[in-house]
Each structure stands twice: as C-alpha cells, then as structure tokens.
C-alpha cells in the first residue's frame, strides 16, 4: 500500500472556523491531489500539486486554499468552512513516471469534514 | 460538461452471477486512459483496471475485464462470479493526456445478493 496519511480522519467545526487537513506520503510522488467526494457528485478535483510550491486549480476550488512546501506534505485550508464544505475529502498521489495517461492515484483513507 | 457518464446509480446481482457496469466518456483527445475504482463502505478507494486508448485488447484482472469500445467511447466494467465482497461503490474515471488528473464519474452502488 501508498504510505499516505490524512489528517485528522475526522473533523466536525463551525461555520466561519479557519480548518486545515494534512495530506503527508512517503512515496516521494511529485503530484498531490484534494478530491471531495459527496453522494450524487462522485468524486471531484479541488486542487493539485506538481511539485514544491507547485499548485493548480480543480473544478471546485472556490473557498479552498493549499500549500506544498516540502515533497511529503500538502495541505488543504478552508479559510472559512461552510455548511456546503461537509464532504469527505481524499487527498491521492502519483509519480507519473510511467506515462501520462496510464498514470494511477493512490489514495488516502479519507477525511470526514463537518461543517455545522 | 461530464466527461464521465454513469448511467446506474445502483445494481444488485445475485452471488456466483456476472454484472456488467456501464461507463461512457467524452474526450477530443487521441491519447487518454480509463480507470475503474472500488470503493467499500470501509471507505477506501481500490484500484481495479486500467485500459490506455490504444490498447487494442480489453484489460483483464481476474475477476475484473473492461469491456472497452472505442467508437461508442465505452469502458464498461464486467465483473464476472460476484462475490459478497463485491458490494461496494464503483467508479470509473479518465485520464486525458491533456489533463492533469483523473475525472471521476459519480458511481454505481453494486450490491451482490446471496
């Protein structure tokens, strides 16, 4: 198995509360990702690292801050969490050595966020 | 617009039966790879299958084959003698070689049945 560690597992806040999730590998990958999955939805991008001090936009990133200043650790902060950022968030990783298209995410177990 | 399409928000199929899962993609690129994710209740996403855009033969993994047509741009997954432990979440998802992650469609919730 990828040695990915999400931090905390589980979280429950307030709305307007600053959070912050850990996404820490041991596989050395250059590419990080955030998804959040929710029923209905799949599972969808948020951000993404290429790379120290590397980071894009997904399809959802509006309310959602990340930082990569070292290889094994990337970090998702929601300034200020609301009701429609209870989901489950995944961070995943790859090293997209072997090809582009036949790159795979493994992924983390998942952090269960609730904003109330 | 999706690019991964999902049609069956939920399958039963009896144990020791096969079950086909359908999955339709949209891409403009020549060079693009298809996915396919288990997820248990535990939570976990499981990689399953990979199949590259130009594979000319269907990926197999034990139970697991992707029935792959590429002019109905399909990538149904087949899972032949279900098993209990085939309940679960399945996603299917693409790499395009133009992108820079996988797309994930919203999934099917497979229960086997004894």
């Known amino acids: 198995d990828a040695g990915i560690t999400q931090s905390p597992r589980h979280k429950v806040t307030e709305t307007g509360t600053p959070v912050t999730l850990r996404c820490h590998q041991t596989?050395?990958?250059?590419?990080m990702y955030w998804y959040r999955q929710d029923p209905g939805h799949g599972l969808r991008l948020i951000h993404y690292s290429y790379g120290v001090k590397d980071t894009d936009k997904g399809e959802v990133s509006d309310g959602y801050s990340v930082s990569r200043s070292k290889t094994e650790d990337f970090l998702l902060t929601l300034e200020s969490a609301t009701s429609s950022q209870t989901s489950v968030y995944f961070c995943a990783i790859s090293d997209r050595t072997t090809g582009a298209t036949n790159e795979k995410l493994f992924f983390g177990s998942g952090t269960q966020l609730s904003v109330l | 617009a999706q690019k991964i399409t999902q049609t069956q928000p939920g399958m039963f199929v009896q144990e020791k039966e096969a079950v086909t899962l359908d999955c339709t993609y949209d891409t403009s690129d020549q060079s693009y790879g298809l996915f396919w994710y288990k997820q248990p209740s535990s939570g976990e996403m499981i990689f399953l299958i990979y199949q590259g855009s130009y594979d000319e033969q269907n990926a197999t993994e034990g139970r697991y084959s992707l029935n792959f047509q590429k002019a109905r741009k399909s990538a149904n997954l087949v899972i032949s003698a279900s098993q209990l432990g085939d309940s679960a979440m399945y996603f299917c998802?693409?790499?395009?070689?133009?992108?820079?992650?996988?797309?994930f469609g919203k999934g099917t919730s497979l229960l086997v049945t004894p």
């Open positions: 596989e050395n990958h250059r590419y």
């Open positions: 998802a693409m790499r395009e070689d133009s992108g820079y992650a996988l797309n």
